[in-house]
């Protein structure tokens, strides 16, 4: 076999081996289009696009534009006005302040397409267009005025001199959906520039210019991601290290089943980062269960010497240089910007409860034309219902509230104040919800789930300060746990105990517990040792319980907490919701549900047609 000989590929080829690598789908051709337009100073980008991409995508800018002498040049591979040389000569590529750099996504998309460029620079008699028909280019020549100076891109029949390619493109809807993502990610990166986007029969997006300010990012985000998000979002902002991360994350129980609506921006450029979705997930991790994800829209402004966009060619990764300080920036500023947030709960919650009322449905449906009917003695099984006091009202002259300052319970005046955001216990439902009266509406509280969070935050601050309080058991309590979880369990006794909880071998597979957190009170043991011994399995050995306390504290307080079916006092009642006011945190439980539901009075009139 004769020895093969190196042979250098053509130009042609070469930029379809650069188009595999950057032009993906027509998304990608959208997005590299896009961030030219906005590395060009334009103000206002509108896309049209046919068959999800295929046959036809046209953008256009009102930037600066390019000279007729300046388009072929653009046209070639690595060719870019986006870097420039130092007094040596030397190229810089970590200090990048632009989105394009590479200078290979026109020639990659004039590779694989029927591509037309049309530009025009300010002052200009004409514009210049060129035709690029699978990488071979016609001369520049005069083309009528654009109106106003930028530059128009015309992509015809994407993938056609790379047919195999065009194979794996998805349906007309699966790529209409990718446009519109990347299209409202780059829209949410640059706030004070007007999008419109979608095809000659439908636009899609339609986003107006707003100002380079907090409140223009904001009235952005709610554009694209909903009202929703502006009501349920939290303002983040921190600075560390020369590095500031600034942006919008959603309370806890306004969350998602997948990670597809947390957004990132590094230098404004839109990624998708694995350590800064691990960052994310960390800082909720004390709020959400596990398949529950956060909304969030996250801007880091780094140093250009401090972070490479040059990893891949879709420019989508980054690397930083100090990896643990961007890490322990996003978490603390999350979770700084959600303890501000006290004991907020999302609007969805309330806006869900009232959807699910279905006025006009039940025995007594409302009628705008009916007759008054006489009172009459309730059914048999409604008394039976009475008789069972399933619902339980008390009526005080003074309803009790307990101060978390001093520890007093004072006594309140009888109707609710602007003091007392959650209200005044009026009853307890069922002997699970607790009902209380606000200035303008009510509120119904889940017992459980919110003392659940109480003492979540009263162990975790024990923690951080000088300890767990302990209580001795009269009589200790023998834990049979199989051979392996006792051995699991007391394997950690010693971070156990720094939690408040004291433990013995007894004999094989058994453990004694002599003491237990205080905060917990009466605690049932058993159940309390197997989930911690089913937590430890998933840990990693190397971790230490110190480092995943948050979720053994978590478990502690589930077992320690009011349980559903316990008869409160009305000046329990008020104790749980002054406690709740005053603790961060407290509208959702340790596993990201609601805490408590708020109806407004004008919610509540609406549902009986009062309004």
Request: glycine share 8%.
């Amino acid at each position: 076999m004769s020895r093969p000989t190196i042979q250098k590929l053509p130009a042609q080829t070469v930029n379809r081996i650069a188009a595999g690598e950057v032009v993906e789908r027509p998304a990608s051709v959208i997005k590299e289009l896009v961030e030219n337009a906005i590395d060009a100073g334009a103000q206002q980008i509108d896309i049209r696009y046919e068959d999800g991409g295929r046959t036809l995508i046209v953008v256009s800018d009102d930037g600066h534009g390019m000279s007729a002498d300046d388009i072929p040049v653009a046209l070639e591979r690595h060719a870019t006005s986006k870097l420039k040389p130092s007094d040596k000569g030397e190229w810089d590529l970590l200090n990048i302040a632009s989105l394009g750099f590479r200078g290979e996504a026109l020639p990659s998309i004039a590779s694989v397409s029927r591509l037309t460029l049309t530009s025009q620079v300010t002052d200009a008699n004409e514009a210049a267009e060129v035709r690029v028909d699978g990488g071979i280019a016609s001369a520049v020549r005069p083309a009528p005025r654009l109106g106003l100076p930028g530059t128009r891109i015309e992509v015809r029949d994407l993938f056609y001199a790379t047919p195999a390619r065009l194979k794996f493109l998805k349906s007309e809807r699966s790529e209409s959906l990718a446009i519109s993502d990347i299209v409202k990610r780059l829209a949410m990166a640059n706030p004070s520039v007007g999008f419109t986007s979608g095809s000659q029969v439908r636009t899609s997006i339609k986003l107006p210019a707003q100002t380079d300010s907090d409140e223009g990012r904001l009235a952005r985000l709610s554009n694209v991601l909903g009202d929703a998000f502006g009501q349920n979002a939290v303002a983040v902002d921190q600075t560390r290290d020369d590095i500031r991360l600034s942006g919008y994350a959603g309370l806890p129980t306004f969350s998602r089943g997948n990670t597809q609506h947390q957004f990132l921006f590094v230098n404004g450029r839109p990624v998708r980062d694995r350590l800064l979705l691990g960052a994310i997930r960390g800082a909720y991790q004390d709020f959400l269960a596990r398949d529950r994800h956060p909304v969030a829209a996250l801007y880091l402004d780094v140093p250009p010497e401090q972070v490479d966009v040059n990893v891949h060619p879709a420019k989508t990764e980054v690397r930083f240089r100090a990896p643990g300080v961007v890490r322990g920036l996003i978490v603390s500023a999350l979770r700084r910007a959600l303890a501000d947030a006290g004991h907020r709960a999302s609007t969805t919650v309330s806006d869900y409860a009232l959807g699910r009322i279905q006025a006009g449905q039940g025995a007594y449906a409302y009628q705008r034309d009916y007759s008054p009917q006489p009172f009459a003695a309730p059914p048999p099984d409604m008394q039976q219902l009475l008789d069972g006091q399933s619902a339980r009202v008390e009526v005080h002259d003074a309803p009790l509230a307990f101060d978390p300052a001093t520890g007093e319970v004072p006594a309140q005046p009888q109707q609710p104040s602007q003091d007392y955001p959650l209200g005044l216990a009026r009853a307890q439902l069922h002997e699970t919800y607790v009902v209380a009266q606000t200035t303008d509406g009510i509120v119904i509280v889940d017992q459980h789930a919110a003392h659940e969070r109480l003492v979540y935050e009263q162990m975790k601050q024990s923690m951080s300060g000088k300890g767990v309080t302990r209580q001795a058991l009269l009589i200790p309590d023998i834990v049979e746990l199989g051979e392996t979880d006792a051995t699991r369990i007391l394997a950690r006794s010693e971070e156990l105990a720094e939690m408040g909880l004291m433990l013995e071998p007894f004999g094989v597979g058994a453990v004694l517990v002599r003491e237990t957190p205080a905060l917990l009170g009466k605690v049932d043991a058993q159940g309390l040792l197997r989930d911690l011994a089913d937590d430890l399995a998933e840990y990693d050995e190397a971790l230490s319980l110190k480092e995943r306390f948050e979720h053994v504290c978590g478990t502690m307080a589930c077992h320690g907490s009011v349980r559903a079916g316990r008869r409160l006092m009305a000046e329990e009642m008020n104790a749980l919701l002054r406690q709740m006011e005053a603790t961060p945190h407290s509208g959702q439980c340790n596993h990201g549900r609601p805490t408590y539901v708020e109806l407004k009075l004008a919610d509540i009139e609406r549902l009986f047609g009062r309004r």
